[in-house]
């Protein structure tokens, strides 16, 4: 028997996320999900009178092509991409894959070109589409997250089908408080960093980029972040795990980096010149998402955390940097995980993971 809520969730990927309307154009990347998922999409987005296409993935394979990477199919795959998202209007993308370190033995110099090739069509979809992408519940995310599979499905749809628009006035308020910010500091076990925000517009997610969503971002003034992060939230990137990352920064550029894996670390900075600056500041509060679980789009939204990425920054929140990397590395602030602050301008707005001023209290 079809899940109901798998239905709803489609509704509210095609009605709110990605605001589809007749003649759009949207495109379904799906990969490794259950037919139903993308089958309920077609069916939202034909019943407002949108276009739906769809294109089916399976990560295995995806692993197989990408062993080789030839630069001349590279160029063919790019191509032929970016041309197609030119046509869409709106994108979603369902991942589900059971191995999330599908990607791990591919050489590191294989993946830097596949990244670099698939960078153009990312930024194409970020800056001209209305996109929304999500993870789909799978056995290997409830290991992740420490669950049974039953809870983690119960879980999911607890978070994806959150009441974003209750949260849209306080999430406006932290937008309106963060855009009037010149000086942000922030402390915490092995963090204390200063940075500026200043005249950097700041973007609300409210289940329209992300689902599960709760953040409002913005990014630093590239050159101005200055002294020491401690992530304690363990990363998944480029099918590697990294656990206690570790940046220090002299005027915008990170320095000095550590980890579990530092070589690897390093070698993922050393992607490009951008990869050791910061691209984007975000702070989390999706009061539903309490750990991390290996699993960036959850993690980067858990209540009471905040992201610093290195890499890309994101053209609506443009600090000028530029890379082929945009690493979401996620720090939580509230007491069971070491406490912190963050303070705008010398005035605290949240301490140990709690807002205090009045208008970001439903945040909380």
Request: hydrophobic content about 35%.
């Amino acid at each position: 028997m079809k899940d109901p809520r798998i239905q709803k969730l489609a509704r509210q990927l095609v009605t709110h996320s990605t605001s589809l309307k007749k003649g759009d154009h949207l495109l379904i990347d799906a990969f490794d999900v259950p037919a139903e998922v993308p089958m309920a999409l077609i069916q939202e987005a034909r019943a407002v009178g949108a276009y739906p296409h769809v294109q089916l993935h399976d990560s295995r394979v995806t692993r197989e092509l990408a062993e080789g990477a030839e630069p001349e199919r590279l160029d063919v795959v790019s191509k032929c991409a970016l041309t197609q998202m030119r046509a869409m209007d709106a994108y979603i993308a369902i991942r589900g894959s059971h191995n999330i370190n599908e990607m791990s033995d591919v050489e590191p110099t294989t993946m830097k070109a596949i990244m670099k090739k698939a960078r153009k069509v990312m930024n194409y979809r970020v800056n001209h589409t209305r996109w929304c992408v999500l993870r789909w519940p799978n056995p290997s995310m409830a290991q992740q997250a420490g669950m049974s599979t039953s809870a983690f499905e119960d879980f999911y749809f607890k978070v994806c089908l959150l009441d974003y628009q209750k949260l849209q006035p306080a999430m406006e308020a932290l937008k309106r408080r963060m855009e009037a910010t010149d000086e942000v500091h922030i402390t915490g076990p092995g963090t204390d960093l200063r940075f500026s925000i200043k005249d950097i517009p700041a973007i609300v997610c409210g289940g329209e980029y992300n689902i599960p969503d709760g953040e409002v971002f913005t990014a630093p003034v590239r050159n101005s972040v200055n002294g020491t992060i401690r992530y304690n939230a363990p990363s998944i990137y480029q099918g590697v795990s990294f656990d206690q990352v570790t940046f220090r920064f002299e005027k915008g550029k990170i320095v000095e980096a550590t980890a579990n894996n530092t070589e690897k670390l390093n070698e993922i900075l050393d992607a490009d010149p951008g990869a050791r600056y910061i691209g984007e500041f975000a702070i989390g509060f999706n009061r539903e998402i309490k750990h991390p679980m290996r699993d960036i789009l959850f993690d980067e939204k858990i209540g009471g955390s905040f992201h610093f990425t290195p890499g890309q920054c994101y053209e609506q929140a443009s600090n000028g940097n530029k890379s082929q990397i945009h690493w979401d590395l996620v720090s939580i602030q509230r007491k069971d995980y070491g406490g912190g602050e963050i303070a705008f301008d010398g005035t605290v707005i949240r301490r140990d993971g709690k807002f205090l001023p009045s208008d970001l209290k439903p945040l909380n």
